[in-house]
């Protein structure tokens, strides 16, 4: 019969056994990994195959929701603009708190929003509909415009290239304009 060995010193178990991890352990050799204490209670966790107390595994192994700051104990964990956060935390930024999970956001300042409150909050306005520019815009006339919104005043027709007019601080088209 060949004698059975700790799992931490190597000598061989010739009284009492702890059997855990696939190994087996002098009863005082089942030490955390992390704090090198007796691991007493009947759960605990492992590291790299090693058991480690449900202490410091929490305090060194799991992570940190950005939003609450408390460790993250569940399995669901969302990973989003290099943070952490539990899953029911992550949600918009804004007034609405609208859950994210699976959705789409845009990010400001480190926080995330759903399409309406960052439209809402943050979005430049077009100056010709008041809409949100959420693309590339025009810039004339010191304001923004929707590409098909930067259009003549008279004729209506989108105004293409660097020249227009100006009349009453609205963009004429060189036609309406007779330029």
């Known amino acids: 019969m060949t004698d059975v060995v700790c799992g931490k010193c190597n000598n061989p178990i010739t009284q009492n056994i702890l059997t855990a991890l696939g190994k087996s352990w002098h009863p005082e050799h089942f030490v955390c990994k992390v704090c090198d204490r007796p691991i007493s209670e009947g759960s605990f966790n492992q590291k790299d195959g090693e058991p ?12 940190v929701c950005y939003a609450c700051k408390q460790h993250i104990l ?14 029911e ?21 480190g926080q995330p929003y759903c399409k309406d409150c960052f439209e ?6 077009c100056a010709g509909c ?17 590409k098909d919104c930067f259009k003549c005043q008279k004729c209506k027709e989108p105004i293409s290239g660097n020249t227009f007019a100006v009349q009453d601080n609205k963009p004429l088209c060189t036609e309406c304009a007779g330029i």
């Not at 480690?52 to 992570?63: A, M, P, Q």
């Not at 992550?90 to 859950?99: E, M, S």
């Not at 809402?120 to 306005?125: E, G, L, M, T, V």
């Not at 008041?130 to 929707?146: G, P, Q, T």
Request: aromatic share 12%; net charge positive; proline share 1%.
């Open 74 to 87: 569940s399995q669901k964990v969302i990973k989003a603009m290099d943070k952490t956060w539990h899953e």
């Open 120 to 125: 809402a909050q943050f979005a430049s306005r």
């Open 130 to 146: 008041s809409n949100a520019i959420l693309e590339k815009a025009v810039i004339a006339l010191d304001v923004k415009w929707h």
């Open 89 to 109: 935390h992550f949600v918009c930024g804004g007034p609405c708190k609208k859950a994210l999970v699976g959705a789409s956001f845009y990010e400001r300042d």
């Open 52 to 63: 480690v107390c449900s202490g410091c595994y929490i305090s060194k192994y799991t992570d």
